[in-house]
């Protein structure tokens, strides 16, 4: 199985920031990985398709890039709704895997 | 905008089966689209516990392959989620979910919480 690595593991920023997301792939993935922002009590919505796709309705504050082994999400001027945890996900091949997860909070 | 919805039994006995259903609403094409599952345990991270292609054919997680089985009917436009003797391990909030190609359109039921216990 591929394994996907997040960091940092949790996160805490100040309104208006900027924040990095990083996931790291055991292996080479080239572009087939996914972003999933899931907030408190709800379920995962899609961000970012394709790595760096922003999915109908995902304001463009959110930014992703990356290929092969490493991958980036960006969020831009973090508003207290951008408070969730959010993951990563490798489609490249079977099964497909999940990171564990980024808490992101608000200072 | 497709609208999914789980329903099914919220508690299983353990060695029982566990059985879901996830109604597709507000698109009804449902032509090159896939059809999968994901569950969380409680105050853990996701899990993806399979597909199905558009074609019909499907693909499991190997840690649950023996005891899973995902179908759709699309007369009914809903597909179903089958896992068989269940345990406590088992105990999760469990997703549907549907994609095009490359993750594109991508959607997820609300969730619903299977409890696995005597």
């Known amino acids: 199985d591929i394994q996907m690595t997040q960091s940092p593991s949790s996160l805490s920023a100040s309104v208006g920031d900027r924040v990095t997301i990083t996931c790291r792939a055991s292996?080479?993935?080239?572009?087939?990985l996914t972003w999933f922002q899931q907030k408190p009590g709800t379920a995962p919505k899609s961000l970012i398709y394709?790595?760096?796709n922003l999915q109908s309705g995902v304001p463009s504050k959110f930014s992703a890039s990356g290929s092969g082994t490493d991958f980036f999400l960006n969020i831009s001027s973090l508003q207290p709704e951008d408070v969730a945890t959010y993951y990563c996900?490798?489609?490249?091949?079977?099964?497909?895997?999940f990171g564990q997860g980024t808490r992101l909070e608000i200072k | 905008q497709v609208q999914l919805q789980e329903s099914g039994p919220g508690l299983v006995k353990p060695s029982g089966t566990l059985s879901l259903t996830c109604a597709v609403s507000?698109?009804?094409?449902?032509?090159?689209?896939?059809w999968s599952w994901v569950r969380q345990p409680p105050g853990k991270g996701l899990e993806w516990i399979g597909e199905?292609?558009?074609?019909?054919?499907?693909d499991y997680n190997p840690s649950l392959k023996s005891r899973v089985t995902i179908s759709l009917d699309r007369s009914k436009n809903h597909f179903s989620l089958e896992l068989t003797s269940v345990t406590a391990a088992d105990t999760a909030v469990y997703y549907c979910?549907?994609?095009?190609?490359?993750?594109?359109?991508?959607?997820w039921g609300q969730g619903t919480l299977v409890t696995v216990s005597s």
């Open positions: 394709a790595t760096s």
């Open positions: 292996q080479g993935i080239t572009n087939y």
């Open positions: 507000g698109d009804s094409s449902n032509i090159d689209k896939w």
């Open positions: 199905m292609y558009p074609g019909g054919s499907t």
């Open positions: 979910a549907t994609r095009a190609y490359h993750f594109a359109n991508s959607y």
């Open positions: 996900q490798q489609y490249k091949s079977f099964p497909f895997t």
